[in-house]
């Protein structure tokens, strides 16, 4: 499984499409939640995903300071095989292209809260009550490096 790291204008057109697929598969489709995937902050964003031949398996973004939160953060977390450790992995990729991107001393995040355990495993903590996003439950949560 392969990784790799883009900004917006290094994806191509089938990359991009591969991932808001994937993305409004899972978000929109199968979670029954309509919403506005495409929110403005993809530009900004740098792009992390897992692709094996079969194609895009994992994906994430991670935001700087300021675009949607106070510290970059890390979104749009997406796996199409799911247990077997891509979003462990992904995420802990994340959290490095945070650091070595964007000089990351704190990284945050919004966890659906059923995918809790996941960022947990990750070293992030829970740092706010839950709230709805969008109908759904989430959490804020924070890994301070």
Do not use: W
């Not at 891509?86 to 001393?105: I, M, Q, S, W, Y």
């Not at 992030?124 to 924070?142: A, N, R, V, Y």
Request: proline content about 3%; hydrophobic content about 40%.
């Amino acid at each position: 499984m392969e990784l790799i790291t883009k900004r917006f204008d290094e994806l191509t057109a089938a990359e991009l499409y591969e991932i808001i697929k994937l993305r409004v598969d899972v978000f929109v489709v199968e979670q029954s939640c309509p919403y506005p995937e495409l929110d403005g902050h993809d530009q900004n964003a740098l792009h992390l995903f897992l692709r094996d031949e079969g194609g895009i398996e994992a994906y994430l973004r991670v935001l700087p300071a300021g675009e949607t939160l106070d510290t970059p953060a890390i979104g749009r977390v997406v796996v199409k095989k799911r247990r077997i450790g891509l979003g462990t992995r992904l995420v802990n990729e994340g959290v490095a292209a945070a650091v070595r991107v964007f000089g990351a001393k704190e990284i945050k995040l919004e966890a659906q809260v059923y995918a809790r355990g996941l960022y947990e495993k990750c070293g992030f903590e829970q740092s706010s009550d839950e709230f709805l996003e969008d109908g759904i439950p989430h959490i804020q949560m924070t890994l301070k490096l």
